[in-house]
């Protein structure tokens, strides 16, 4: 049992690193390449696609919600609404958290001039429609239960990270550390890609609207996790570094 949960994490990275070319590969093949091997050897990433834990899933749908996102919001279509809504509902199925898509996919639709407000009421009751058909499959068809799960959750997040304190440079907080989140990327992400990170920012200062499907889930991601109680881990960071991988390989100057 434990082998094929495992395993089941295991192929959802391979999944994801084959999307992460694909986006990436939109600029070029070689670009599609660098994104797939920041990812294949990050060490966060090879760390974590092994663990039975939500992190590597979630990562996953939030990804192909955004991917599929941009997709439908510059090419508004019935096939790409049907996965946007398909991958939207899963993310919410994997992990609360990726209830933060809500707010990225309304910026990333306000940010397209083209799309109409039509459209996205349109889109918004399909996706709520099919989100409720595929939480209650997957909850067994029991009434509240996902509602539940929110409850348990605000009462874990009410006294810190479950009523324990979180530590931090030497400091124990029970209401956790804003600083916990930014520190923890700075210190076990690889050098090489906080460097390149920055290097992709200070490149494209003028130009960084056009990442904006990239730079929109890593920011409103990161901002959450600033404010959030629960400092137990880089693991929780894992959902914005594909996002981050596609960002370097398009964005770092030849």
């Known amino acids: ?74 090419n508004p279509g019935r096939g790409t609404l049907l996965w946007l809504s398909l991958f939207f509902a899963l993310a919410q199925a994997s992990k609360f958290s990726a209830i933060l898509l809500m707010p990225m996919l309304f910026l990333l639709a306000y940010s397209e001039k083209k799309f109409s407000a039509k459209n996205f009421l349109k889109m918004t009751i399909f996706i709520f429609i099919v989100t409720v058909g595929v939480l209650e499959i997957l909850y067994f068809f029991k009434p509240g239960a996902y509602i539940t799960g929110w409850r348990l959750l605000f009462s874990s997040m009410s006294g810190g990270h479950g009523g324990f304190p979180s530590y931090l440079l ?52 990161m901002a959450f996790s600033i404010m959030s109680t629960l400092n137990i881990g880089i693991r929780h960071l894992i959902p914005l570094y594909p996002f981050l991988f596609v960002f370097i390989a398009q964005s770092v100057k030849n």
């Open 1 to 74: 049992i434990l082998f094929l949960g495992r395993l089941a994490t295991m192929i959802l990275s391979l999944i994801l690193g084959w999307f992460i070319f694909q986006w990436a590969k939109e600029a070029s093949p070689l670009r599609g390449l660098l994104a797939l091997f920041l990812y294949a050897f990050d060490s966060a990433i090879l760390a974590h696609s092994r663990y039975i834990t939500t992190d590597v899933g979630v990562a996953l749908f939030m990804f192909l919600t955004i991917y599929y996102g941009k997709k439908y919001f510059q």
């Open 170 to 221: 030497g400091y124990t907080d029970k209401l956790g550390f804003r600083s916990y989140f930014p520190l923890a990327f700075l210190f076990k992400t690889s050098p090489v890609i906080v460097i390149l990170l920055f290097v992709g920012l200070l490149s494209n200062l003028k130009n960084l609207f056009k990442f904006r499907y990239l730079l929109v889930p890593i920011s409103v991601y």
